[in-house]
């Protein structure tokens, strides 16, 4: 497994990776414009200056062309989606990590690899478990009172692994995302959920997404979810109460996805390749 980066990388090192990522994740297509220097600024939460030489470094790499009026291009024609892989075996792939470490930008390039369907925890279950909240008289962005985390979080994650099972019922592989933090750590639930997949004949591989905490808090902030301000409010608080050295004490696969690490894109080709490798 890859050991661990510690950053040392410039701030514009980090902005050019959380861009690079979007477009290799399909959240940027080819031929698209993408904003204006000052609204990725103000979105990333960084200076122009900083955007901008972060834009350089991209159109080095050719992944952006600089067009008239400052019009920035995506240049990115081998991301279009691939024709779907169907193994033999279907394959469940769990893909676990802390906020803002790339899940969900890791499983949207291994599905744009693959053709698989990605099934993203908060892309299911947000709308509902915000409404939850609120009838339950708390923030909708709350996810660290006892009450969403004994009565909603279960729920969530029951909901998230029946689509899961509801598709490789079908024969499809699936891509899982969530944190996956409590559960990763559980050889019991790691068990339990094996044998879920394994009695319906599906391979399970778990991942985990590494992150160093430099990284992960230029990610956090350029998603702009409501549900990180108060990890931003007081970001060493929240370092304090997470071990960026956890590992699932279970087999899985490591990404790092720190700016001194490989491009993510690359990472995903050859994890794409060891679980299409790894199907009886």
Known sequence: MTRPHVSHETLTAQVARVIRNEIHAGMWRDGEVLPSTRKLAERIGTSTYTVNHAMQLLAEENLVVNRARSNRVVNYPQGQPRERIRPDVPRAVLIGGFAGS??????????????????????????????????????????????????????????????????????????????????????????????????????????????????????????GAARDAAKLADWPAYLGAIDLNLRPPVPHHLVDNSVSAEPLQTQAQSLARTLLADTH
Not at 114 to 127: E, H, N, S, Y
Not at 164 to 191: H, K, Q, Y
């Open 102 to 223: 790339g899940k969900t930008e890791l499983g949207r390039i291994l599905a744009r690899l693959t053709g698989w369907p990605i099934l993203d925890k908060d892309t299911l279950t947000r709308p509902v478990v915000e409404t939850a909240l609120e009838v339950l008289g708390l923030s909708p962005h709350d996810r660290e009172s006892a009450d969403y985390l004994t009565r909603i979080r279960p729920r969530e994650y029951e909901a998230l692994m029946a689509a899961a099972l509801e598709n490789v019922d079908c024969g499809n592989s699936a891509l899982i995302t969530a944190p996956f933090i409590r559960e990763f750590s559980d050889p019991a639930w790691v068990s339990r959920t094996r044998a879920q997949f394994e009695t319906r004949k599906v391979e399970v591989s778990l991942v985990w997404i590494y992150c160093d905490a430099d990284s992960m808090q230029t990610y956090i902030r350029q998603r």
